[in-house]
């Protein structure tokens, strides 16, 4: 078993679309969940951050971590062309062993 | 926020020559730096974790020999592609943790990459 699972996509909804990304992972000790965009040939930018469970929203992105279930998700509300790229999500524990999810791609399609 | 610069963005060079890449934390030190190594359509793979002042953590499989690190201060870190050859060519990244950020060094940031093509 991967230690961090994501569907790679493409995805492709039509602007306005809620968006919906997800990664399950199988390692409990993870406390730090982070979700970043890459757009093609950049680095990847982090977009939010999460402590533990619960949700953390910033504009029209929202993240949610269910340790429970060891489930994370982000969503993006009416996504826009400019949403269009990789996003990865990865965890850590304590900021040491950083797992990176293998990322989506979206197309956002005006 | 933290801001981590490297360079050069893109960079070609000829089969058997060395090429630099410099990666630098702009507006924090950084004890610890990570450089990923990234192919196309592809997630990121972690070369080695470079370290100031001791030698870098090397991945299993990278050759410690083709990709040499120096850490030499708290804002800067170098990795140099020695002998370099077509297979080689690919998209290094860094990255960097921020103690002092909001998210304390929990989290990582990025570089915006150097593009490595090797004729």
């Known amino acids: 078993q991967k230690e961090v699972e994501q569907d790679p996509g493409p995805l492709s909804v039509p602007e306005g679309a809620i968006v919906s990304l997800n990664c399950t992972y199988s390692?409990?000790?993870?406390?730090?969940f982070m979700w970043y965009r890459q757009y093609s040939r950049k680095g990847p930018e982090l977009l939010m951050y999460?402590?533990?469970?619960g949700n953390k929203e910033d504009g029209r992105f929202t993240a949610q971590v269910d340790k429970s279930s060891k489930y994370i998700s982000l969503f993006i509300r009416d996504s826009q062309p400019s949403d269009s790229a990789t996003y990865l999500c990865?965890?850590?524990?304590?900021?040491?062993?950083?797992?990176f999810g293998p990322g989506t791609r979206l197309s956002v399609l005006p | 926020g933290a801001v981590v610069s490297q360079h050069p963005s893109w960079v070609i060079c000829k089969s058997g020559t060395s090429v630099k890449i410099e990666c630098r934390s702009l507006?924090?030190?950084?004890?610890?730096m990570f450089w990923y190594r990234q192919f196309p359509k592809q997630s990121l793979m972690l070369m080695a974790t470079?370290?100031?002042?001791?030698?870098?953590?090397?991945e299993q499989g990278v050759e410690k020999d083709k990709f040499l690190i120096n850490h030499a201060s708290l804002t800067l870190s170098t990795l140099t592609v020695t002998s370099a050859h077509p297979e080689d060519s690919s998209f290094y990244i860094c990255?960097?943790?921020?103690?002092?950020?909001?998210?304390?060094?929990?989290?990582?940031?990025f570089g915006a990459g150097s593009r490595l093509t090797v004729l």
């Open positions: 990255s960097a943790r921020d103690p002092g950020g909001s998210s304390g060094a929990n989290v990582l940031t």
């Open positions: 390692n409990s000790a993870f406390q730090y």
């Open positions: 999460t402590y533990s469970s």
């Open positions: 990865a965890m850590s524990i304590y900021g040491q062993n950083f797992v």
């Open positions: 507006d924090f030190q950084a004890t610890t």
């Open positions: 470079s370290n100031e002042g001791s030698k870098a953590t090397y």
